[in-house]
């Protein structure tokens, strides 16, 4: 008899969820009164405490997962993006480490930006001060649910902050500012990609202390710049399209070199670039599908925003949201972002990424 009652509890409670904990414990002293139930008493109080925690704890959580519309789609990131990227793997190390140039020489068969051939030397001195690790805040995390703020001029006006921040990872692009943006593209920056000549001359007041700093190497100067600026050398200033900061006030233990694979794979399956040109024709991605596919290779949810050029017709369209250029300056970049476009738009038709700026 004592039986059924006890498996009977949390089944009638179940329906009725508000006012059932009172009544199961004036249920339960009844039965402890009676001196044969006692023992099972005992054993249902404890049954219903330990339901009855699990209850509180699915309503605490599940609203705010709701609101994040994130229940962690693991693997799927995974299977999709290898519908897409032909031998696709996570094998790949994200950034670069000094065993790989000092201990083991790893041969790379391209040159940069999408191999390190011929860089090797310039890249022992710089990985030998700066880090290779992933933090653990991010190794530790159940769900990397990522976000990748592109630099678009979307983004101004939207009120994206909070929900930008909300995301485990966000991921921003070059010189792209946070202050004085704060409403609209948010204040949490975990990585940042960034070259030489993309650099933010302050990246103290555009970074969080802990953020990495992500240097995108697209040729061995990038390498030495890096190098002479961590170590206080003498600044290299040949070499670049653009003058690249020479005071830059960043701690070694926050840069990363990213892994070129990353960019091979960009070019190379993405794009269907080439990966050797002819002199003429050079294309590379651009920084911000770069960072989409380095998403695609370690994250459980990419969500992207602040992507999306203009129509080329469109020459008065600016293409950021904190400064006044447009395409032209683009013109001579060996960017081809309407090609980048049709590969964004495969990765939104399939599931891939998601668009935020969709409002
Ligand atoms: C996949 O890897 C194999 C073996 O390395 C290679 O032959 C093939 O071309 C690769 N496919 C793609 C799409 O990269
Ligand atoms: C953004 O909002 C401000 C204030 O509401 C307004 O003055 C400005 O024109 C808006 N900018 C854009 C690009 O919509
Ligand atoms: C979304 O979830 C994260 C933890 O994954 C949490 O820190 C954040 O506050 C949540 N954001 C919202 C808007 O619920
Ligand atoms: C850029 O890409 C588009 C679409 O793939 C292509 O039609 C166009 O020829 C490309 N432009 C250049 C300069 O390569
Ligand atoms: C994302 O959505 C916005 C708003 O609809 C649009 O302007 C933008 O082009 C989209 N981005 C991409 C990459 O499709």
């Given amino acids: 008899m004592g039986d059924s009652k006890v498996l009977e509890i949390p089944q009638v409670t179940s329906h009725n969820e508000s006012s059932d904990p009172r009544l199961i414990l004036l249920l339960l002293i009844k039965m402890i009164n009676k001196s044969r139930g006692k023992i099972l008493g005992v054993l249902a109080l404890f049954l219903v405490m330990v339901w009855y925690s699990i209850y509180r704890e699915d309503s605490f959580y599940f609203p705010v997962q709701e609101n994040n519309k994130t229940t962690c789609p693991l693997g799927e990131v995974e299977k999709k993006a ?49 880090h290779h690790s992933l933090p653990e805040s991010i190794q530790s995390l159940k769900c990397r649910r990522c976000a990748v703020v592109g630099n678009g001029p979307r983004l101004r006006n939207s009120s994206m902050g ?11 692009l070059n010189n792209a500012p946070v202050h004085g943006y704060e409403q609209d593209v948010g204040t949490k920056t975990t990585m940042r990609l960034f070259y030489p000549e993309s650099a933010h001359f302050d990246p103290r007041a555009e970074n969080n202390p802990d ?43 926050q840069v990363r070199v990213l892994n070129p694979y990353y960019m091979e794979v960009t070019a190379a399956k993405l794009l269907n670039l080439p990966m050797k040109q002819p002199r003429k024709v050079k294309q590379k991605p651009t920084t911000g599908l770069l960072a989409i596919t380095l998403a695609l290779h370690f994250c459980d949810l ?52 998601k668009n935020l700026t969709y409002f």
């Fill in 211 to 253: 953020t990495l700093l992500v240097l995108v190497p697209f040729k061995p100067s990038d390498f030495q710049w890096m190098e002479a600026i961590l170590n206080d050398k003498k600044r290299v200033r040949k070499g670049f399209w653009k003058q690249p900061p020479l005071i830059w006030d960043a701690k070694p233990e």
């Fill in 302 to 353: 990419v969500h992207i925003a602040g992507f999306g050029y203009p129509d080329s017709a469109n020459k008065k369209q600016t293409i950021h949201y904190y400064e006044q250029i447009t395409l032209k300056s683009m013109a001579g970049s060996e960017h081809n972002v309407s090609h980048e476009a049709v590969a964004i738009k495969r990765m939104l038709e399939l599931g891939l990424v």
């Fill in 82 to 130: 290898a519908q897409l990227i032909g031998n696709y793997t996570r094998d790949h190390p994200l950034f670069l480490q000094l065993k790989d140039y000092f201990w083991v020489k790893t041969p790379s068969l391209y040159e940069l930006p999408y191999g390190t051939k011929g860089s090797e030397d310039v890249l022992l001195h710089l990985l030998s001060i700066t």
């Fill in 162 to 172: 909070d929900t930008i921040n909300s995301y485990d990872v966000v991921i921003r």
